[in-house]
Every structure is written in C-alpha cells, then in structure tokens.
C-alpha cells in the first residue's frame, strides 16, 4: 500500500496526534490519517511501502518554515519511525526505477511510480489529482477517511463471523 506524503503528515499535524504510539482502528477516529497509519501500524492486512524521496518530502513539509515548522530532529524522528512501521508491516523502502508522467504534478508521480514498483493494491490520499485518476492502471485512490471505514467494516464483519461461529 502506498500512502501520499499529505497523508503521512496530517497524521501528525492533525488534532492530538502523536507519533510514539499508533491507535489501531476499530473504531475510526476523528482523525482518519492518524487511523491510517495505525491500520498498517498493526502489520495485519496491509504492508507500507515508501521511498527515500516521500521521506524526504515528508521531512521538507514539516520542516517549512512557512508551514508546520517543526524542528529538523523531530521531523527526522518521524521518519525513522516511518521506516520502522514499513519494516513492521513487512513493507520496504525502495527507490522506483520507471518513470511515470501521468500527472501534471511532479510529486504526484513520484507517488504513482512508488505504487506501482510496490505492486500496491490502494494509494492512500487526500490530492485531487490523484483522486481524480482513481482507479489509476487498476490501483484505486482512496480517501483517508474511505480507507479507515472500510478496513473498520472489514475487521467488525471478521469478529462478527467468528462471534458466529463460537
């Protein structure tokens, strides 16, 4: 699964989220990027992939001065444990070898590429861009919030057939 770099930051900028300790849905959360890296926190249904230009994208936008602001250290901190939720999730790390130009923004791509050398079956993402080409080469683009819902509905109707079953 390949989730876009806004994703990887409201994570963390968005309401009381904090990146030492992941919530893992059920239930969804008023925070549904947080929500979603709790999901492939948990290493259950879903691996995270990522490459070292999302990371350093992830680190350049909380550092901006004209955005978040954060200080160096704690942005690189946050990838690390980016990196180790990858690792957890049984996800890699990978620099994608084929271009794609299939979208007018060049961080767009980068996206696109990482899905597609991952062989990802979601792109996670709040873009507009990317929204609009879902299902790109057969992969769907989902919301944040999409996403959560329904991996929240997955895992209720999983216990529920098991409750049956007891």
């Given at each position: 699964?390949?989730?876009?770099?806004?994703?990887?930051?409201?994570?963390?900028?968005?309401?009381?989220?904090?990146?030492?300790?992941?919530?893992?849905?059920?239930?969804?959360?008023?925070?549904?990027?947080?929500?979603?890296?709790?999901?492939?926190?948990?290493?259950?249904?879903?691996?995270?992939?990522?490459?070292?230009?999302?990371?350093?994208?992830?680190?350049?936008?909380?550092t901006?001065?004209?955005?978040?602001?954060?200080?160096?250290?704690?942005?690189?901190e946050?990838?690390?444990?980016?990196?180790?939720?990858v690792?957890?999730?049984g996800?890699?790390?990978?620099?994608?070898?084929?271009?794609?130009?299939?979208?007018?923004?060049?961080?767009?791509?980068?996206?696109?590429?990482?899905?597609?050398?991952?062989?990802?079956?979601?792109i996670?993402?709040?873009?507009?861009?990317?929204?609009?080409?879902?299902?790109?080469?057969?992969?769907?683009?989902?919301?944040?919030?999409?996403?959560?819902?329904?991996?929240?509905?997955?895992?209720?109707?999983?216990?529920?057939?098991?409750?049956?079953?007891?």
């Amino acid at each position: 699964m390949t989730f876009d770099v806004n994703v990887l930051v409201a994570a963390v900028v968005a309401g009381n989220s904090s990146f030492w300790s992941w919530p893992s849905p059920p239930p969804v959360s008023a925070h549904p990027a947080a929500d979603c890296l709790g999901i492939v926190n948990d290493g259950q249904e879903f691996s995270l992939w990522l490459s070292p230009h999302i990371l350093a994208n992830v680190i350049r936008v909380l550092t901006d001065p004209e955005g978040f602001r954060w200080p160096a250290p704690k942005a690189e901190e946050y990838a690390t444990i980016l990196a180790e939720i990858v690792a957890a999730s049984g996800g890699r790390i990978i620099e994608p070898e084929v271009r794609v130009a299939d979208c007018l923004d060049h961080e767009d791509n980068r996206i696109l590429e990482l899905a597609q050398a991952s062989g990802s079956v979601l792109i996670v993402s709040s873009d507009a861009h990317l929204l609009a080409l879902s299902p790109w080469r057969g992969i769907p683009v989902l919301r944040p919030r999409e996403f959560a819902s329904r991996v929240d509905a997955m895992r209720r109707a999983a216990r529920r057939r098991g409750e049956d079953r007891a």
